[in-house]
């Protein structure tokens, strides 16, 4: 498989090592610092891009991919509120595009936990849920894209909140999200249900990037003929 990487940061370079192991080719290694050669490589020999760069590039990048028939895995987060215009040109060029905002198979089952504990407790009014997530200092969003995941899990299951914040809220329909930036922190998710008599809490501590990159890498060689907006929903059937 003849890979292109749109980014070449840590991600980008783990999702490498990983490849070339696995005896895939990476054909292409884009940057801020090479972004223009983008235009000097020939599409035809590419079979998959995946792309972890940043929120103020990657819309620019799925669509330069969509364009040239080329299916793209995406792993930046940050850049939501631009979804549904991806979502649309997508299915109007009939390309592929898969988005996720945390490709570890642990932390996508630990979203479905998630899920059926809101489900669980949306009778009982008396459990308050918050989220709390911790990442390295060289994240650059708040909250990170799995905290908003999860947070659309809660709101979409618990009819008792319409809504999430970044900060702490006394509202009663607001869920919130506390989020920390500390040296060499992979990533740690946390949804805790506060009641007066006891407390209930779901967590994912990641130990590396190992996992975000496998599963991406994964998702790499599945998609190659599948066409449409697909999620990790597609790819684990869950």
């Not at 490498?16 to 192991?21: G, R, T, V």
């Not at 610092?33 to 590039?57: C, G, H, M, S």
């Not at 979502?87 to 932390?107: L, Q, R």
Request: net charge negative.
């Amino acid at each position: 498989m003849n890979i292109l990487l749109l980014g070449y940061g840590k991600m980008g370079k783990l999702i490498e090592e990983i490849a070339l192991k696995k005896g895939h080719s990476i054909v292409g290694k884009i940057n801020s610092q090479n972004n223009q050669e983008l235009a000097l490589i020939d599409p035809n020999i590419i079979d998959v891009a995946i792309e972890f760069t940043k929120p103020e590039t990657v819309t620019g990048n799925i669509k330069w991919c969509i364009n040239k028939g080329i299916p793209v895995v995406i792993g930046t987060t940050g850049w939501l509120e631009h979804k549904p215009e991806i979502d649309d040109y997508c299915n109007v060029k009939n390309g592929t595009y898969f988005f996720a905002s945390n490709f570890s198979i642990g932390v996508n089952l630990f979203f479905k936990l998630n899920e059926q504990l809101a489900k669980k407790l949306n009778s009982f009014n008396e459990y308050d849920p918050s989220i709390n997530e911790i990442h390295h200092t060289e994240k650059l969003d708040a909250p990170s894209g799995t905290a908003i995941t999860l947070a659309e899990g809660i709101i979409n299951n618990l009819s008792r909140k319409n809504k999430w914040v970044n900060n702490e809220s006394t509202e009663d329909d607001v869920l919130s999200i506390k989020s920390q930036r500390v040296d060499t922190t992979p990533g740690t998710h946390t949804v805790t249900y506060d009641s007066l008599n006891d407390q209930i809490e779901l967590k994912h501590t990641a130990h590396s990037r190992q996992g975000f990159a496998t599963g991406a890498l994964l998702v790499a060689e599945w998609i190659i003929d599948k066409k449409g907006v697909l999620s990790m929903d597609d790819f684990l059937s869950l």
